[in-house]
């Protein structure tokens, strides 16, 4: 994202419950007054608006919050040592005092209050015909895409497309139909309005829209228009696969001909989005993208290991569980190497054993039994995972590279300027896949998954990496949606769709399995929320929660 988008006025901040906090970087712009009124009238003031309402996205891509919802307590990932929140990775008592729910619901319902309040005033803001048209877009399409992260992880909460005006001590109970349905008009708007093309890396744009609708067609069982969707983002835009599936996670990649939409982060952290006590008093206590430390294995307290840039700063949250390591057969699906990380390199002689040399492997994880070595540490299988597949030994163990970022300035930097891809072209192939098969086209679904496992075959492996139509059933492409977009935010959302949660966390996952209850499909609504309505008879907490 190019700095403009990025920039938005302090002043927006003390506008009462429009934001949840501001960026440093300010425009020179000011309009000399302190009220919500006096900013939105202006078409300067207005563009801080909209510009505010694409950061709250960053509350969620690329954050440990994120990824707690996102990814966690699902048939994929289970707890690393270091993890802080096993009520969300493994359902281990999980209930509203969880302090990932507080802090995404505040985010999430202040995104939508700007939302509404854009698109409520936009008409007396003074923009051109034509810039009102697309920022009416983009904050239709930010209203849908940020209802969307709450019905499906709440359900039928608070509902409203209003501005908030003071204090307001109640809250709705509203159908999942009735979200869905504004869900829909609002993406309808952005479709209808939005440009092809924008020179402002992050805006939305007409695909993206587009590549999000198809999304919730395939969410709410509409097949024949999430399969024609995909199809036309496929075909009519110019996106293109990445000829090598590693290739995506290039730091010098990452605007890459595959990526739809993304979440920015600047090369200069300084502008992104961490808490500073003046300038972004409620911004995240780490800021910018910290996926790179949360997938990271403990490595730096072992024989000839110490912390560097390189191997990152090893947060120890999550590890992979047996399953998805054992979904890739790595003879043929260069995705393994493209995600994973097995060996790591001598770095400190200091500590090394006799006769290791700077850069001989001296950390070797796998999913397989090994013989034991003198030579290095080996994390093998049996040392790594119990007997039924969970976890045993949580601090080593293969680790998810892919948003490994080695250009960070020092060695425990916290933030990253990785780019958070929230929708990419090869989800527009597993969208029109799973469509096809689910109207009954399996040869059609085939076709579709055979185009993102061909770049991923390795050279001379491609005929292993061809499917059938009889291969294709709704676990298969599961599994290839695993393959394919392990990491990326969307697993629990995949495996709630499918009503597939509980039986693939049953089959797979035998640490959240320990927990799991059907209710869990839904999350707790925070407690402080429920504490703070008058109207508790009407807004209760979500069922089984306390």
């Keep these: 994202m190019t700095p403009s988008i990025n920039k938005y006025l302090i002043i927006l901040c003390i506008a009462a419950g429009s934001l949840a906090g501001c960026n440093k970087q300010l425009e020179e712009y000011n309009p000399g007054g302190t009220t919500t009124d006096a900013v939105y009238s202006t078409p300067e003031g207005f563009e801080t608006l909209v510009n505010a309402a694409y950061t709250y996205n960053r509350w969620w891509y690329g954050k440990e919050e994120g990824y707690s919802i996102s990814e966690m307590g699902t048939d994929i990932w289970t707890s690393g040592t270091g993890d802080k929140y096993p009520d969300m990775t493994n359902y281990n008592n999980l209930q509203a005092s969880n302090s990932v729910m507080s802090v995404l619901w505040k985010q999430l319902y202040a995104a939508i209050n700007l939302c509404n309040a854009g698109i409520n005033r936009i008409d007396n803001a003074g923009l051109p015909e034509d810039r009102k048209r697309i920022r009416a877009a983009e904050l239709h399409f930010l209203r849908a895409f940020y209802y969307w992260h709450i019905v499906e992880t709440w359900g039928g909460v608070h ?119 003046t300038l972004f008093p409620n911004g995240h206590s780490r800021g910018a993208n910290n996926a790179h430390m949360l997938f990271a294995m403990k490595y730096d307290d072992l024989p000839g290991m110490q912390r560097d840039i390189l191997n990152q700063r090893p947060f120890n949250r999550y590890m992979p569980t047996l399953f998805l390591l054992n979904l890739f057969n790595e003879n043929a699906d260069a995705r393994y190497e493209g995600s994973f990380k097995q060996v790591w390199y001598c770095n400190n002689l200091k500590t090394a054993p006799a006769g290791m040399k700077l850069g001989d492997t001296a950390i070797y994880c796998s999913k397989y039994v090994l013989p034991a070595s003198t030579k290095y540490r080996i994390y093998d299988r049996n040392a790594v995972y119990t007997e039924n597949g969970g976890g045993k030994d949580r601090t080593r163990y293969v680790s998810l590279n892919k948003f490994d970022d080695p250009t960070r300035a020092s060695m425990n930097e916290e933030q990253s300027a990785r780019d958070a891809f929230i929708i990419r072209l090869a989800e527009m192939y597993l969208i029109a896949a799973e469509a096809q098969f689910k109207l009954g086209n399996s040869s059609k679904a085939a076709e579709y998954i055979n185009v993102i496992r061909k770049r991923a075959a390795i050279t001379g492996h491609e005929a292993e990496m061809v499917v059938k139509a009889a291969d294709i059933d709704l676990d298969f492409i599961l599994d290839e949606r695993a393959r394919e977009l392990a990491g990326e935010q969307l697993r629990w959302f995949d495996l709630k769709r499918t009503g597939k949660l509980g039986e693939r966390i049953a089959l797979h996952n035998p640490d959240a399995n320990a927990y799991f209850q059907s209710y869990h499909t839904l999350r707790p609504i925070p407690q402080d929320q429920i504490d703070a309505v008058t109207n508790k008879d009407e807004f209760k907490q979500n069922d089984k929660y306390n």
């Design 159 to 277: 509902f409203t497309l209003t501005e908030t005006s003071g204090v307001v001590t109640t809250a709705t109970r509203t159908p999942v139909d009735t979200f869905y349905a504004q869900i829909f008009r609002d993406l309808g708007e952005a479709v209808n309005n939005l440009p092809t093309t924008t020179s402002d890396y992050g805006r939305v744009t007409k695909p993206a829209a587009e590549a999000f609708l198809a999304r919730m067609y395939l969410t709410r069982g509409m097949n024949q228009q999430a399969a024609d969707l995909a199809d036309k983002v496929i075909n009519s835009y110019g996106y293109t696969l990445q000829p090598k599936y590693a290739d995506l996670w290039r730091m010098d990649n990452l605007q890459n001909k595959e990526v739809i939409w993304a979440v920015n982060y600047m090369k200069n952290l300084v502008f992104d989005d961490r808490t500073d006590a």
